[in-house]
């Protein structure tokens, strides 16, 4: 496979999951802010810009408002992480590699594309859930046509930029409820410190997931040992790092291309087997989320070096 190929298709991956969690994320800061006293809405979505990175829109300045965070986590075409600005580069990088897909997988790509449209605005609190719904619809066709494609390079190369995008942004969401969310002066373990957990928990659609595993009411540190830990849940890190390795491997056998992104894809997997959520806590739960998300970036370059995308 030539190596502009294999990145386009590592960047289908990498941005239609960023599309579809943006969007989760989108839903579930709705119905968080209408469940958070009216001076905190503000900081709901802070929080929501915080995971995903404000861009453009903190350098604007003013307030954040529900309206100005929807627009710019949906529609804004300044916004590099908005839903449609993700949509449209993995809809280019699909064009770029039309011939490795299958007629199912483009048209997934391109029907979630139309969805959007020219939309520039997505209205109110109403008509923004609509637009949720329907791009949520679009993107588990994606998925669909991927868990039919044949299980070859074009299909592990989405896959694995899947795995990494996926890994980034449940560090950062975790990161995020630990570190910034909960407002000053709020009781940890209060009426809107549970919505929260619950918010992140639909997030990752993890809630059917806690309470299969746990059978207890909910509890922030077993929420930590749920999207880091446990492998049952496949947005957990540890599960997206078991498929990175995985995936790593299936390409390189068939490529003869294995070298440092194995190396360190291993040995990350290898810590979160010989740890558990206590130890992480001990050490920090912050300092080493934010360890891992660098890790998952220099994992992403040396993908890029192993595997000649640039």
């Known amino acids: 496979m030539l190596a502009r190929t294999a990145a386009n298709l590592f960047w289908i991956g990498r941005y239609m999951e960023r599309a579809e969690f943006t969007t989760r994320l ?32 903190g350098d604007s300045g003013g307030a954040v408002t529900s309206t100005r965070a929807r627009a710019f986590l949906s529609l804004e075409a300044g916004n590099p992480n908005s839903v449609k600005s993700c949509v449209g580069r993995a809809r280019d990088n699909a064009r770029a590699a039309r011939n490795r897909l299958t007629q199912e997988v483009w048209e997934a790509i391109n029907r979630t594309w139309l969805t959007l449209g020219n939309r520039t605005n997505p209205g109110g609190i109403q008509s923004t859930v609509n637009l949720v719904e329907e791009i949520k619809a679009e993107t588990r066709g994606f998925e669909g046509a991927l868990q ?35 407002p000053q002066g709020q009781e940890v373990g209060g009426t809107l410190d549970r919505d929260q957990w619950m918010t992140l928990l639909h997030v990752v659609s993890g809630q059917g997931a806690y309470r299969l595993i746990y059978k207890q009411a909910l509890q922030p540190w077993l929420v930590a040992d749920l999207l880091i830990y446990r492998r049952e849940l496949p947005r957990s890190l540890a599960s997206c790092a078991a498929r990175t390795v995985a995936l790593l491997g299936r390409i390189g056998a068939v490529s003869g291309r294995q070298g440092e992104a194995d190396r360190v894809a291993r040995r990350r997997l290898d810590r979160f087997e010989a740890s558990n959520v206590d130890t992480l806590i001990g050490r920090g739960l912050h300092e080493s989320l934010q360890k891992f998300v660098a890790e998952n970036g220099e994992i992403d370059a040396a993908i890029a070096r192993q595997f000649k995308f640039t």
């Open 148 to 182: 039919h494609m044949l299980r070859t390079e074009a299909n592990w190369f989405m896959r694995l930029g899947t795995m990494i995008e996926r890994m980034d942004n449940t560090a950062r969401l975790l990161d995020v409820k630990y570190y910034l969310l909960l």
């Open 26 to 57: 989108i839903e579930a800061t709705i119905r968080l802010d209408s469940l958070s006293p009216h001076t905190e809405s503000s900081n709901t979505w802070a929080s929501a810009l915080a995971v995903v990175g404000d861009g453009p829109m």
